[in-house]
Each structure stands twice: as C-alpha cells, then as structure tokens.
C-alpha cells in the first residue's frame, strides 16, 4: 500500500479576467484538472514553461490560493480554505520556497529574524529556544553562526537561497515546494543546492513538489514527474518512464529543445555544419 | 586579420574599498563567421569584458588593453564621436533581459527605426520597409501590425527577437549577445539559438556568446573560453572542451552538471575554489 503525504483530485482553478461595466468578464483556466499522488519522502517534479499553470498549482498547494473546484489532501486531512478557512497546523505541513532569493528575502530583516519569524507566528517557544532553533537551522544548511545577524544584501544568491530553504523547514514542514528554486544560480552553485535538498530529504524525511522548466536537474532529483502544458498534465509517470517513453508530442518537444551537452551531439551538429558550409 | 583582436585586458573598478580587479589580462581573438563562447559564473569577468569593447562601463572603470582591435580600427584611442559609428552597426549587442532593455515608452517599431536613422541614409520609406522585414526575419508573426506595439504587449521570447531585429538591423559584422536566452523557456530558448545561429551563419557575423549555461555552448560554439574570477582558464574548439577539457576548473565545471552525475550527489566546483584560492593566495606570495 502507498504512502502517499500528498493526494491531488481533478484540481482546477480559472481566474477571472477582464470584464467591465457592460462587458462580462472571461473565465481564464489556468490549471484544467490535474490530479496526482505524492508519496512520503520521494519528489515529485513538475515541468512546463511560463504560463503553463505550474506556479497556480504550487499557490494552491501551499494554501495562498483556493481551488475552484477538485481536492487536495495533505496527508489524510482534506484542505479546502475556501470552505473552512486555515489552521495553524495547516501551514506548518506546507512550505515553499520561490525562484528569487533577491525577492523572497526582506532586505530589512536579519537573518536569524527570518528563521525565527515562522515560529514566532506558529509556536509558543520562547526568545532563547526559536534563537538556538534559528542556529541549529543556519549550520544544518551549511551557514555559519556568525551569520544569525547579517542582512540579505551581504549574501549572494547561493546563500540566500540556503536561508530560504532554512525558513522553509523551521517548522518541519511534511511536504516542501520548491519553485524553481535553482533557475537563477550559477551551475556550480545550483549543484550545492540540489545536493543540500537531497541531505534535508534524507535527514527530515521530506516530501519535495519541485517545480522547474530545467530537464536535466529534473532527471537528476525526481522520483516522479509531471509535465504540464496549458493547464493540463499531459504526461504523469515515474521519471524512467517520462524519460524513456515519453506519450505526448510536447514532451518530446520539450526533451528535444533542451540543449544536450555530450560529445557525441556536439560532433553531429559540428558534422552537419562543415555539410552545410562545405 | 581576425575580425577582432584583444590582448591583455584588463579592467579595474574604483570602489570604497579600494580598487578592485574583474578582470586581469584576459585575451580574446573571433574570426569573421565564427561563434565564440566565453563561459563563466557570476564574477568571472565575462560580461564586463564585453561592456568593455563596447565602451559602456561608468567611469569609476579603468580599461587598460595592449591590442584591442577590431577590423583594423583601434578601439583604445577611438573618440566617442568615432565610437558611435562603430558600436550599433558593425559591432551590436544583445542583453540578458529583452523587457528591461527595450524601451517601455516607444513603440518597437520606432525603436528599430532609431538604430536605422542613425547608422544609415534610407529614406523614411525604405526604413518602414526594412523594419517589417527585419521583423519577418526573426519570426515576429503579423509584422505589419507589431511594428506599433510595445515592449509590454510582448511576450518574453518577442521581446527578444525584438532586440535580435535592432542589433541585426545595420547587418553588423560582430554580435555579442549577453546571456540571450537565461531569462527564456527551454523551447523559446532553442527557437532564438536557432534564430541567432541561423542569421550569424547566412550574413557570415562573428557572434560572442556570453553564457553560463554548458548547454548553450554545446549547442552553438566553435570556439570557448572558459573564464573565473576575471582569469582566463582555458581556450579550446568546442569538441577539445568537452570530450577532454585540460583545466581543473572547466572538469569542476563540467561534472557538476546534473546530466553528467554518476553518484548519489553532485560534485560541485567549491573543492575546486578552494584550492584555487590557496593557489593564488600563494602566487601573490612569491611574486615581491
């Protein structure tokens, strides 16, 4: 029997657009009914480009955004916002951390003050247990303690993004998504991210949605992905299977637009223009 | 003669804290019809070098160079009337953001008629004909009715293609396009490395790429450079760079991407770093 922490059914949601005193407004579906399962420390990736209703799905995931119509279940427990509002323990089961670590991070607050925010906000521990909790936090991402009271703006992007995914899991969330979380680093410094949210999996049992229009760092850390095309999954599998096989036109649209960086395409597109010139 | 020539370039900021060096003795050489990469991280000089040529770095920069070169002009002592002629039309650049580099007030259409005006004597006629067909050259669909709108109306990719049409527009004999396509979806993304491509190879442009994306170089290089921290690492032809890089630092580069990983995590280029910087760390030591 699965494990799953995350259970979607036939999610929708469509936004309201335009519309004015005499003219009625349109209905824009910006996710048509996706429906997937997410088992208990495993990943699960969601691929498509801007505009592809990747970014709703993970607003809805996270609680900011209701659903239109369709269920969410986060391990055992229905959420629906719209109905019955949020608890307290409803937002420490989900977290997210977002593309822009520029953006995500108030320039007015210190470190240590954005790690403590979150349980500040949802706990009841006191000043010296959210300080030493903030500092546990800093070293288990690979920060120092002298850290806890710098700003934003001393920090590059590779280390903004660490303090970002430590905020996210201060308060132990079950399922963590990620949006895009390594598309505006450096490839080296992309690397030492996706090796930190491999550690955090595996000492936390996390349960990622990784949201990202990059392949290659899909293969490298899904267990499962899920490729969305205007609002709709067209192809949901096991990543060997999407990989491997994909179904749909786009899939291999997208697999074929992805630039490949092995010797053996190099030498052909090399070949094929000598042809051209020669 | 190589189309363009660069010895030596150095480049030094004024800062609070003292001088700082992006980029110390770098040396770049393009053939007319090549495309060179130049490769890097953040802060490996990569685009300043190229802001350099062109002549846009602030004042707090000091360029110092023993060849800069382009044709036979040279670009170190080219007064800024002289420069103007020069960068726009036989030397063009494309920029990492197509929205923020357009201008949000003016139609696309009269911004691509500015760099006409300028650099050219059409008349107004044949300047409107020119623009709706450098529009159709780079795949703008219904380039007679895009030519009024603006940057806003567009999306990311048209934007860019936009920006690709105002830099091709004088048919210049080098492109750099910086970063063209980071802020792009893999499929934009191939469609404006085609378009790029394409057009360097039909009008026999030098093009530099500047990018830190492997991908983007195994798809569109003949030649790289691989830069870090303002030095040069390695130059080779493209195959040489990745079927047997010879620098440290281009095999650091190359296994940490995520398509090339055998184990269970990613090497990443921090063991590299830091024994680089115990090296210069040393270097500077000795050197008196």
Do not use: W
């Not at chain 1, 936004?15 to 996706?34: C, D, M, Q, T």
């Not at chain 1, 909790?133 to 070293?139: D, G, S, V």
């Not at chain 2, 970063?179 to 993304?189: F, K, R, S, W």
């Amino acid at each position: 029997m699965s494990d799953a922490i995350l259970k979607v059914r036939d999610l929708k949601r469509g936004y309201e657009i335009g519309g004015g005193l005499f003219s009625a407004p349109r209905l824009l579906h910006a996710v048509k009914g996706v429906s997937f399962d997410v088992e208990r420390g495993t990943t699960l990736a969601v691929v498509g480009e801007s505009g592809c209703g990747k970014s709703t799905l993970a607003r809805m995931l996270t609680m900011i955004d209701a659903p239109t119509s369709g269920s969410i279940e986060i391990d055992g427990t229905p959420i629906d916002i719209a109905r019955s509002g949020i608890t307290r323990e409803m937002r420490q089961a989900v977290q997210i951390v977002f593309q822009n670590p520029y953006g995500s991070l108030n320039p007015r607050q210190k470190i240590g003050a954005v790690l403590e925010e979150p349980l500040l906000l949802n706990t009841s521990m006191s000043a010296a247990e959210r300080r030493d909790a903030a500092l546990a936090m800093l070293a288990k991402v690979g920060l120092k303690p002298e850290h806890y009271g710098r700003y934003p703006h001393m920090f590059s992007g590779g280390q903004r993004q660490r303090v970002a995914i430590a905020r996210a899991i201060m308060l132990r969330p079950r399922l963590l998504v990620l949006d895009e979380p390594v598309s505006a680093l450096d490839l080296s410094v992309q690397a030492q991210i996706l090796n930190l949210l491999a550690d955090l999996q595996d000492e936390f049992g996390l349960t990622y949605v990784f949201i990202s229009h990059d392949l290659s760092v899909v293969r490298y850390i899904a267990d499962k992905v899920m490729v969305m095309y205007f609002g709709e999954a067209v192809e949901y599998g096991t990543r060997d299977e999407v990989f491997e096989n994909p179904q749909h036109d786009y899939t291999r649209t997208l697999f074929a637009a992805t630039p490949k960086a092995d010797v053996a395409s190099i030498r052909a597109r090399l070949e094929k223009k000598k042809a051209a010139a020669g | 003669m190589s189309l363009l020539e660069i010895r030596n370039l150095s480049v030094e900021f004024d800062t609070a804290a003292g001088p700082f060096r992006a980029l110390a003795g770098v040396d770049y050489t393009i053939e007319a019809g090549e495309v060179l990469a130049i490769v890097g991280e953040s802060g490996s000089g990569k685009s300043v070098a190229m802001l350099a040529l062109m002549g846009l770095l602030p004042d707090t920069a000091t360029v110092t160079a023993d060849k800069m070169t382009f044709e036979d002009i040279d670009l170190r002592s080219l007064s800024a009337a002289r420069r103007r002629k020069v960068i726009g039309k036989d030397i063009a650049m494309i920029f990492q953001e197509p929205i923020a580099s357009l201008n949000p007030c003016f139609t696309v259409g009269f911004q691509l008629d500015e760099a006409l005006k300028t650099h050219t004597s059409l008349d107004r006629r044949q300047r409107r004909d020119r623009v709706i067909e450098l529009l159709t050259a780079v795949g703008i669909p219904e380039p007679e009715r895009r030519v009024g709108a603006f940057p806003h109306q567009m999306s990311g990719g048209q934007c860019q293609r936009v920006m690709i049409a105002i830099a091709t527009a004088c048919n210049p004999k080098l492109l750099i396009a910086d970063e063209p396509t980071t802020a792009l979806d893999v499929t934009i993304q191939k469609q404006i490395l085609d378009l790029l491509t394409g057009l360097q190879r039909d009008h026999g442009m030098g093009l530099i790429m500047i990018t830190h994306d492997m991908g983007v170089v195994a798809e569109t290089a003949d030649r790289v450079v691989v830069q870090y921290q303002g030095r040069q690492m390695e130059t080779a032809d493209v195959l040489t760079l990745f079927e047997n890089p010879s620098n440290p630092y281009t095999k650091a580069l190359l296994s940490a991407l995520p398509e090339n990983a055998t184990g269970d995590r990613l090497p990443t280029v921090a063991d590299f770093a830091r024994d680089y910087a115990k090296e210069t760390q040393a270097g500077t030591e000795a050197r008196p």
